[in-house]
Structures are given as structure tokens and as C-alpha cells.
């Protein structure tokens, strides 16, 4: 793997997702970004997962792509390495034994990184059905509905509410 991408780019990506990452965790995997790079007809684009388990964000962002390929880089100190660099073109490869270099400038460093296939699999939504419901509709539902939501932690099942919907065409 082997790319290019704008700091501003990537930062507002990372900035985006970095939130989901677990800081402190039993499972070391959980704690990195999971990036996925691809080459397209249209150009290259760079694909970022980040997930706890429970919740999982995945964007994407633009890029000049020299090889395509997944690793896992070690989520925090990316984005706090790339928050310190300079506006400008980063590349990011993939080395051996997951080591990922990021250059930039003048700035070049070194991240370790765990294997792509120990990475849970995050799984994708349908985006063939959408549903459009005016937002004071919308509003109207979710406050005859939420008395019944629990605030109970330990029990997943009744921390949420199901929202069926059915076509009339």
C-alpha cells in the first residue's frame, strides 16, 4: 500500500472518526484506525474504519494512490502526528511486517501496526432503501417512544427502538 493525501484531508477524516476508537482497551485491534486503500476508475480514495464493537464510522477521502492495499495504524498517534504537520501532501506506505511510514516535508516517521485480517469485521449497510419523513413527523415518534428506551448499560437489547417502515407504492 502506498498513497497520497492532503493533510487537510486526511485530518478532517480522522478528526471525524477518532472519537470511536477506544483509548483503553482489552483488545489492542480496537485501538487502531483501519485503512484501506483502493484504486478506482475515477482515482484513488483512502478508506478509514474505526470501531469499540458497539459502534462503528467509516469515511473516506480522496487520494493519489501508487499501490492499494489495508493496514492498521495505532488510531491516536496518527491523528496526533498529523495534526502537528505542516499543510501539504502526506504519503503513507505500508512496509514490512506492518510497520507504516508517513512522510511529509521534511518530516518523516515510522508507525507500527497490527495485522488488517485481526481487525473486526464492520458490517455494511444496504443504501438501495431510503426514506424520506418530514423531521416534525419524525420528532412526533421518537417522544412517544422514548419513555420506553432503557438507560441500563448492561442490558443492549432495550437501549434502542425499532423503526419499521413500510411502502405504500
Given at each position: 500500500?502506498?498513497i497520497?493525501?492532503t493533510r487537510?484531508?486526511?485530518l478532517?477524516e480522522l478528526?471525524?472518526?477518532?472519537?470511536?476508537?477506544?483509548?483503553?482497551?482489552?483488545?489492542?485491534?480496537?485501538?487502531?484506525?483501519?485503512?484501506?486503500?483502493?484504486?478506482?476508475?475515477?482515482?484513488?480514495?483512502?478508506?478509514?474504519t474505526?470501531?469499540?464493537?458497539?459502534?462503528?464510522?467509516?469515511?473516506?477521502?480522496?487520494?493519489?494512490?501508487?499501490?492499494?492495499?489495508?493496514?492498521?495504524?495505532?488510531?491516536?498517534?496518527?491523528?496526533?502526528?498529523?495534526?502537528?504537520?505542516?499543510?501539504?501532501e502526506?504519503?503513507?506506505?505500508?512496509?514490512?511486517?506492518?510497520?507504516?511510514?508517513?512522510?511529509?516535508?521534511?518530516?518523516?516517521?515510522k508507525?507500527?501496526?497490527?495485522g488488517?485480517?485481526?481487525?473486526?469485521?464492520?458490517?455494511?449497510?444496504?443504501?438501495?432503501?431510503?426514506?424520506?419523513?418530514?423531521?416534525?413527523?419524525?420528532?412526533?415518534?421518537?417522544?412517544?417512544?422514548?419513555?420506553?428506551?432503557?438507560?441500563?448499560e448492561?442490558?443492549?437489547?432495550?437501549n434502542?427502538a425499532?423503526?419499521?417502515?413500510?411502502?405504500?407504492?
Amino acid at each position: 500500500m502506498e498513497i497520497t493525501v492532503t493533510r487537510q484531508d486526511l485530518l478532517k477524516e480522522l478528526t471525524a472518526i477518532q472519537s470511536v476508537v477506544e483509548r483503553k482497551t482489552t483488545i489492542p485491534i480496537l485501538s487502531n484506525f483501519l485503512v484501506e486503500v483502493t484504486d478506482g476508475a475515477e482515482g484513488g480514495q483512502i478508506n478509514i474504519t474505526a470501531t469499540d464493537l458497539d459502534q462503528a464510522i467509516r469515511t473516506s477521502a480522496k487520494a493519489k494512490v501508487k499501490k492499494a492495499g489495508a493496514c492498521t495504524i495505532p488510531a491516536r498517534k496518527l491523528y496526533d502526528y498529523v495534526k502537528l504537520l505542516p499543510d501539504g501532501e502526506i504519503s503513507i506506505k505500508l512496509l514490512d511486517n506492518h510497520w507504516v511510514q508517513i512522510r511529509s516535508g521534511r518530516s518523516n516517521t515510522k508507525m507500527v501496526g497490527l495485522g488488517r485480517a485481526n481487525y473486526p469485521q464492520v458490517p455494511e449497510l444496504p443504501t438501495t432503501a431510503s426514506v424520506k419523513i418530514p423531521a416534525a413527523v419524525l420528532k412526533t415518534l421518537i417522544s412517544r417512544t422514548i419513555f420506553s428506551i432503557s438507560n441500563e448499560e448492561s442490558r443492549y437489547t432495550l437501549n434502542g427502538a425499532l423503526s419499521l417502515t413500510k411502502s405504500t407504492t
